[in-house]
């Protein structure tokens, strides 16, 4: 069956990422609506920027209000600003928040009204130029067709969709990810091993997205250890900044699966980061997932050397599980009551998670039927194992 695969229309890699994309920015109009945080700000990524967009005589303005993950009145302000100050294109500058935000932005800018009434529709409206500047190594959102809100009114993390909502350019430049914290570089990294791995188990996984998910998969084994242990070591974050470009490239062409759908509610609920939420889901969503999908899981375990031809597609999955366990607890990932949730509290809202998991329809994406009842066991399963 035929298959479309959709990327941004330019993608600069590599140390000098950002002078050499400087140019063609020229091209997307004559003044910049930066949206950033304001971590950036005091990183000095946001003064990189800008120094590029003086180079070449384009007028900007920053709106650094992005605070955590993004909501609907974090994109009204922005609107605002966007349009007060007559901007006519778009800068994501820092992790998946920023570039989330951005994209929102550019919906409301060109087609107006609220951005929850775009949650289950497709958006097609053309949108102002954007360009993205990942400052972690994870979301990929600076490759993808999606954009993560969360609509305040219902406590809801909304998934909107849109082939417009790729970034016409993608600058990927290892310098800007030089700055992240270990903790920021293993949840943001264990997000993008998600990605690789939901893309190439989806039931929507086709040629080319496995290509680069499995490639991305291999990356992040070699070289998020070493990132999360020498920050400074540009080879492994040019690397992880590859690896999070490949597994978005992955998810947007084929799909998120079990461990997105389920993280979704326990950010909107809860206020932990996407990555974070991701990462303490893996052991169980996986462990959920395997028995439906053993060839992919053995194909994994086999990529990353954890298994050999010898192994059935069951043994070799098993142990990319384990191996995949194995880094969770080396990267120093939180369960739900290290971070300080209350178990009376996140149990009294399972059922309203369970429902907005499955109705997000990143779960049925899964090799492994899925119902609501199976993933109101498994969020409470979070509460059953942990110390």
């Not at 219902?154 to 969709?161: F, H, N, Q």
């Not at 943001?188 to 893309?199: F, I, K, Q, W």
């Not at 939420?277 to 997932?289: D, Q, R, T």
């Not at 080396?330 to 509290?345: A, F, N, T, V």
Request: proline share 4%; net charge negative; aromatic share 6%.
């Amino acid at each position: 069956m035929a298959r479309e695969f959709i990327v941004p229309k330019q993608i600069f890699t590599g140390e000098g990422a950002l002078r050499a994309a400087e140019k063609n920015l020229k091209s997307f109009g004559k003044k910049a609506l930066i949206v950033t945080d304001k971590v950036m700000i005091t990183l000095g990524n946001c003064k990189k920027v800008e120094e590029a967009l003086r180079a070449q005589d384009i007028e900007y303005c920053i709106y650094s209000e992005v605070t955590g993950e993004p909501s609907d009145v974090m994109v009204e302000n922005g609107l605002e600003m966007y349009r007060r100050e007559n901007c006519d294109f778009l800068i994501g500058l820092g992790g998946g928040s920023p570039i989330d935000c951005m994209k929102a932005i550019g919906v409301l800018a060109n087609a107006g009204g609220n951005i929850s009434g775009y949650l289950g529709k497709i958006i097609d409206t053309a949108l102002p130029p954007m360009a993205a500047i990942p400052t972690t190594a994870g979301t990929g959102s600076e490759a993808t067709q999606f954009t993560i809100i969360t609509d305040t009114k219902t406590e809801v993390k909304m998934l909107l969709k849109g082939k417009t909502l790729i970034p016409d350019m993608a600058v990927i430049d290892p310098q800007f990810t030089m700055t992240a914290p270990p903790k920021i570089t293993a949840a943001t990294g264990l997000d993008a091993l998600c990605h690789a791995v939901e893309a190439y188990t989806s039931r929507m996984a086709q040629s080319l997205s496995d290509t680069f998910a499995l490639s991305a998969v291999k990356r992040i084994f070699q070289y998020l250890p070493v990132a999360y242990q020498e920050g400074n070591c540009q080879e492994a974050r040019v690397q992880m900044s590859i690896a999070a470009l490949e597994a978005g490239i992955a998810f947007n062409n084929s799909s998120v699966t079990i461990i997105h759908g389920m993280s979704r509610p326990i950010g909107a609920l809860f206020h932990v980061a996407h990555g974070l939420s991701n990462a303490m889901l893996i052991k169980e969503c996986l462990g959920f997932a395997l028995p439906g999908a053993y060839e992919r899981f053995g194909d994994l375990g086999r990529a990353i050397g954890a298994a050999g031809a010898e192994d059935s597609d069951q043994a070799a999955g098993e142990k990319f599980l384990d191996k995949t366990i194995e880094l969770v607890k080396m990267l120093d990932i939180p369960d739900l009551r290290e971070y300080g949730i209350d178990q009376e509290e996140f149990l009294s809202h399972v059922d309203k998670m369970a429902f907005d998991a499955m109705n997000s329809g990143s779960p049925q994406n899964t090799r492994r039927d899925v119902t609501e009842a199976d993933v109101k066991e498994l969020y409470k399963n979070l509460w059953r194992r942990t110390k």
